[in-house]
Nanobody, 128 residues
């Protein structure tokens, strides 16, 4: 059974940093697309960062480029999202998701909802 457990959310002031972790189990990091996604109240879910196996480049949402860094620790089956210079527009529930059947980084609605497996979200709140 594929399980994704996200943690690390919280409340910070603008300019602060947080690191999210996603502990993955039930699959091997062989053929996959895994990433972080977020959904703010009243908005569609969107891809924040995603990497697909066999590709060196991580995709990032334009608004987080240069501030967020995603990394994958295969030894620990854990995916991280280092978030720096946070601003109120980053406030959202953050989810970890993986695509295994036909791996692809689905970054935008409506395709984003077709990622195969989702973890429970973790709330990130940034105050001004």
């Amino acid at each position: 059974e594929v399980q994704l457990q996200a943690s690390g959310g919280g409340s910070v002031q603008a300019g602060g940093s947080l690191t999210l972790s996603c502990a993955a189990s039930g699959f091997t990091f062989d053929d996959y697309a895994i990433g972080w996604f977020r959904q703010a109240p009243g908005k569609e879910r969107e891809g924040v960062s995603c990497i697909r196996s066999g590709y060196d480049r991580t995709k990032y949402l334009d608004s987080v480029k240069g501030r967020f860094t995603m990394s994958v620790d295969r030894a620990k089956n854990t995916v991280y999202l280092q978030m720096n210079s946070l601003n109120p527009e980053d406030t959202a529930v953050y989810y970890c998701a993986v695509d295994l059947i036909t791996p692809y980084c689905r970054m935008r609605a409506p395709d984003v909802y077709k990622m195969d497996y989702w973890g429970k979200g973790t709330q990130v709140t940034v105050s001004s």
